[in-house]
Structures are given as structure tokens and as C-alpha cells.
């Protein structure tokens, strides 16, 4: 069977300054990963160049290749791709240990993220004649954690089942939210399984249940010990359930981080009470409580007294005004200022920006764009 795809690694964030047992007097665990990810990082990047020369020559962008130099060029892309995965899982493996990863808390759609990781590894999947089904029913429309790392996590295990599944198989993935808000998933296959005096062994970084499942498969033995680093730091657990021959389970529970994460406050200033309305809701399921505000005279006793994190300013007259007020005050200096104008000018656009604010927007606005200018804009408040 030929190497699998692994779609992502995962990360974590509590590396040691601890002999890392190579050889050097004074190099702790973290200068050593330090020195792999740099190396790391200057492998990838020729390699990178290798396969985008390869995928031209593939595309017969200079004219036809002969059936000979095809098989050529799908081997090198194929290696190519297998060792960019492993370099990959090494990079991320010795970030982790050197550079702990911030996590980043926002509310996302689980289904959406579910779907993606399916859709990366269906090609490879049909390509081995492997079925992926999924049970995505029962997950609601938000989850509050660190997407990037839940991703990951998804991701990996589902890369896994692909990989350790024969050609034929099935790959199941159900997920569902629980009634504590927690996200709660099942990936199983029907592949080589892993016997159990090993399956605590498998989480162990450079763990590998046969000494050539590397060469059989692929991969280096630390996607699952990133997967079950990642876990704890969300807070969660996985396990395995498995018998040999006849395919495993990963089952993994993450709670909400929403409990844990303050909720950031938007305060929303428009005389039209529906623009304020629209505004509160597209910010419901973002993790942050709204403040409305329709008149102008009521906006600066409102901010005294809410302390907001962010504020949008709409009004149709008077909004650079207040702006330019809110920025003399000492309290004013800092905090993000996003103006909605009705018009397109870029007279008003420049001095907005002239007096301060931290971005422009025109209506009407895209809900989408709008909640990433302002999670942009929190983000770098924080
Ligand atoms: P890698 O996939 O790079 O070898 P992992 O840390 O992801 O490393 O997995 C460690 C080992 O656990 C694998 O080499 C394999 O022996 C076993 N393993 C992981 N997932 C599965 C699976 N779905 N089915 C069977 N064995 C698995």
C-alpha cells in the first residue's frame, strides 16, 4: 500500500527546558527543538519550489509528456508530497516545543470544519477505493474553542483512518454536540486495528506499532502524540478502541471554551434601530455581548459606563466627529474604532483613518467581512 496522506498535525503547549538526550552538553529540549524547526523550515521551502516545478511538468504546460516521463513525474510528485508531510509533522512537532502555541478562542461552525477535512482526504480516499461517510446531524451550529487546533486534531485522525484502512475500506465520521456544549466525535475504521497491549504506546512521540509502518504507510510517529497534546490543552480527552485486524475507533471529547473566556463587548452606534439590531445579531454567535446605541448624545455616558471592547460607529452625520472626541480622551486612545459609512468616499475613507479609526466599512456590509474586521481588530486589542 502505498504512503497516505496526513492531512495536519497538531500542537502543544508544554514543552520543558529537559535534556533532550542529544549528546550536546547545554542543549535543552527547547534549543534542540529550535534547531529542527529551523532545519525543518529550510527543507521545506526548496521543496516547495521541487513541487511546483513538478506539478508544471505534470500539467504538460511545455508540451506533452511520453507515458514514460508521466509515470516519472507522478513518482517524484508522489515522494515529493510524502516527504513535504514529514517535514511538516516534524515542524510542527518542534514549534510546539519551542514556540507553545497561543490558542486562539472563537465560535465557528463544527459542520463546516467536519466537511473540510472530509473533502481533503476524499480524493485519496476514493483513489484507494476507500468510502468516507459522515453523521453531521447532531452538531449545532456554533462551537467556541481554538479552531486551527481542532482542526488539527479532526484532521490527523481522520488522515489515520484513511491511511491505516485497506484498500476498500470504510472510514465512519460522527460528531455531535452534547448538551454542555461540548463537542463530542467518532472516527472510526475498518483498518489494520491496533492491538491492545500497544494502544497506550501509540500516543508516544515517535511511536510506531511496527518497526516498517513507515515505510508501509508513511509518517513519522507524532501525528497522535500531537493529537493527544492538543486535546489536553483544549481541556478534553481521547481514546482508543481497537482490535487488531478488524479497524479502530478515536474517540474524542473537547469541551466549550466558552466558560472559561470572557465574552468581549461591541458597543453598536446607529440612529436606525434595525442597523443596530442587525449589527447585535451578527455578533450573537461570535462570543461577545452587544451594546446598542441610537442616539449620539447618550454614546459617550454609554461608553463610561460599559467599558466596551470594541465600538462600531454609523451614524449617518457626526461619526468622525466623535471619533476624532473619543480619541482625545485618555481613555479613548486605544481602543478599536470601526466606522460604517453609507457612502463609498475616499475623502471620508482617508480622514477616518487621518483621525484615528481602526477601520472603515461601507454599508451595506457583508456579515462575514464584518465579523472578521472585528475579530481582526479584537484580536489585536487583546
Ligand atoms: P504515524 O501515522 O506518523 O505513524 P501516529 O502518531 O499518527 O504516527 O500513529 C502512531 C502509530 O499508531 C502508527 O504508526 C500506527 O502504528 C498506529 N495507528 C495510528 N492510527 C491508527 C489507525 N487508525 N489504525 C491502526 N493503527 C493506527
Redesign the pocket.
Known amino acids: 500500500m502505498d504512503a497516505r496522506n496526513?492531512p495536519e498535525k497538531a500542537a502543544r503547549p508544554d514543552a520543558e527546558e529537559a535534556p533532550c538526550g542529544s549528546g550536546e552538553p547545554g542543549l535543552g529540549r527547547r534549543g534542540f527543538s529550535r534547531i529542527v524547526a529551523n532545519l525543518t523550515h529550510e527543507l521545506k521551502t526548496p521543496l516547495h519550489s521541487i513541487l511546483a516545478v513538478v506539478e508544471l511538468l505534470a500539467a504538460e504546460t511545455d508540451g506533452p509528456l511520453t507515458p514514460e516521463q508521466k509515470r516519472q513525474v507522478e513518482m517524484i510528485r508522489r515522494n515529493g508530497r510524502n516527504l513535504l508531510e514529514l517535514i511538516i509533522?516534524l515542524l510542527n512537532f518542534s514549534r510546539s516545543e519551542s514556540d507553545p502555541e497561543r490558542l486562539r478562542f472563537t465560535s465557528f461552525q463544527p459542520r463546516r470544519l467536519f466537511e473540510e477535512v472530509v473533502d481533503s482526504v476524499r480524493p485519496l480516499a476514493s483513489q484507494n477505493g476507500i468510502t468516507i461517510e459522515s453523521d453531521l446531524e447532531r452538531l449545532a451550529e456554533g462551537f467556541f474553542s481554538d479552531r486551527t487546533v481542532v482542526r488539527r486534531i479532526v484532521g490527523?485522525l481522520v488522515g489515520?483512518?484513511v491511511?491505516?484502512s485497506p484498500d476498500g475500506g470504510l472510514v465512519s465520521v460522527f460528531a455531535e454536540s452534547l448538551k454542555d456544549g461540548a463537542l463530542s466525535f467518532q472516527i472510526a475504521?475498518s483498518?489494520?486495528?491496533?492491538p491492545p497491549e500497544i494502544q497506550s504506546s501509540?500516543f508516544t512521540e515517535f511511536?510506531?506499532?511496527?518497526a516498517g509502518?513507515?515505510r508501509r504507510?508513511g509518517?513519522?510517529?507524532?501525528?497522535?502524540?500531537l493529537v493527544q497534546r492538543a486535546v489536553q490543552l483544549l481541556g478534553g480527552s481521547i481514546e482508543v478502541k481497537s482490535e487488531a485486524d478488524r479497524g479502530?475507533i478515536f474517540v474524542v471529547s473537547i469541551p466549550s471554551a466558552e466558560a472559561s473566556v470572557p465574552k468581549k463587548k461591541i458597543l453598536v452606534a446607529d440612529e436606525d434601530e434595525s442597523v443596530c439590531f442587525t449589527l447585535s445579531e451578527c455578533f450573537r454567535t461570535e462570543h461577545c455581548l452587544t451594546v446598542e446605541i441610537t442616539e449620539q448624545k447618550a454614546l459617550l455616558s454609554a461608553i463610561a459606563h460599559e467599558k466596551p471592547d470594541l465600538i462600531i460607529l454609523g451614524f449617518r452625520e457626526g461619526s468622525l466627529s466623535l471619533l476624532e472626541q473619543l480619541r482625545a480622551s485618555a481613555w479613548g486612545q486605544e481602543i478599536p474604532i470601526i466606522i460604517m459609512s453609507a457612502l463609498d468616499s475616499p475623502a471620508e475613507r482617508s480622514r477616518a483613518f487621518e483621525l484615528g479609526a481602526s477601520d472603515f466599512i461601507v454599508k451595506p456590509f457583508n456579515v462575514g467581512e464584518l465579523r472578521a474586521r472585528v475579530r481582526g481588530q479584537l484580536e489585536r486589542s487583546w
Not at 483498518?191 to 491496533?194: K, L, P, R
Not at 511511536?207 to 511496527?210: D, I, P, T
Open positions: 496526513q509533522d490527523n489515520n483512518a491511511k491505516f475504521d483498518g489494520i486495528g491496533i501509540i511511536y510506531q506499532a511496527e509502518d513507515a504507510f509518517g513519522v510517529g507524532l501525528g497522535l502524540s479502530s
